[in-house]
């Protein structure tokens, strides 16, 4: 078992037919886990390397089954494209494009949250099951089937510490890059009780950045028990001045406020294993397992 992803679902590409689209249809099937369908209005009876392309979500769904979504539509057309997805009821919604407006954010993610679709970004990499499921632009090859989850604010730091924890002989049950945005759907704290509430995922380890009150957040969740698997952290940005941001668009402390020192201090009083370098987090995860037995 998984979450939010698993072996069931049917994935369809809103803007198959771009150049990002084409990319991404081409690391699913090398995968072994191609999309089911693709949508680009106009483009309906079309082929993008055999996968058949549709004018609209609800003739994909209809006709393919599909029940979760990778959004590659550029920001310009984004809002209509997820709001098309949700209103088809979609399981899951990614969506990789950045620079969306936050009013049209918040928009988004009230819109999935009252419909009950679990809306993932803006500005993100996806989420993939190793071997089971790819929502994303995500090289499967760092990553391999295990029992550890892994949330992100970085897609890049998701795969790095996917193909550590790899190296070290411990695979992955579900990986999710959240975002880097300010303003996101499906955050950490909420990703982390999906984690827990899996029966397949035994320790979770989580990247997180200076910004945003995510980390500190999660780390009530683990104080307060409601979080009791294991939890590694390897938190970026310690040395990033205050008001300059960093990365990301949600990666920027103001004053005392959301630095990278304030979450580490969190996550460590709560009981989180805070990792130094991220080359540590498969000794000290690995460790919390063992003691957790």
């Known amino acids: 078992m998984t979450f939010l992803v698993d072996r069931e679902t049917r994935v369809l590409l809103q803007g198959i037919t771009g150049q990002l689209g084409k990319f991404v249809v081409e690391m699913m099937s090398q995968a072994g886990l191609p999309p089911v369908a693709g949508v680009t209005p106009g483009r309906g009876g079309t082929m993008v390397d055999g996968v058949p392309v549709f004018d609209t979500v609800r003739e994909a769904r209809e006709q393919t089954g599909a029940n979760a979504s990778l959004v590659l539509v550029p920001a310009g057309g984004l809002r209509d494209a997820v709001l098309e997805a949700v209103d088809e009821g979609l399981g899951t919604v990614a969506l990789m494009v950045d620079g969306v407006p936050v009013g049209i954010s918040l928009e988004l993610i009230a819109r999935a949250a009252a419909a009950q679709v679990t809306l993932v970004g803006p500005n993100s990499p996806g989420v993939l099951a190793p071997g089971r499921c790819l929502l994303g632009a995500l090289d499967p090859r760092r ?113 005392s406020n959301g630095t990278a020192a304030g979450k580490i201090a969190a996550l460590r009083e709560a009981g989180v294993l805070i990792a130094e370098r991220y080359t540590d987090v498969p000794r000290l995860l690995a460790a919390a397992m063992s003691a957790s037995c």
Do not use: N
């Open 143 to 255: 990553f391999t089937q295990g029992d550890v989850a892994i949330i992100s604010r970085s897609g890049g730091m998701m795969s790095t510490l996917a193909h550590t924890l790899t190296s070290a002989g411990l695979g992955q049950s579900t990986c999710v890059g959240i975002g880097g945005d300010s303003v996101i759907g499906l955050d950490m704290p909420a990703a982390l009780l999906l984690a827990q509430a899996d029966p397949d995922t035994r320790a979770v380890v989580i990247f997180g950045e200076i910004g945003t009150t995510q980390e500190e957040r999660t780390a009530a969740l683990v104080a307060s028990r409601v979080v009791t698997k294991p939890v590694v952290a390897y938190i970026a940005g310690r040395a990033a001045p205050s008001g300059i941001r960093y990365s990301h668009a949600g990666a920027q402390s103001e004053g």
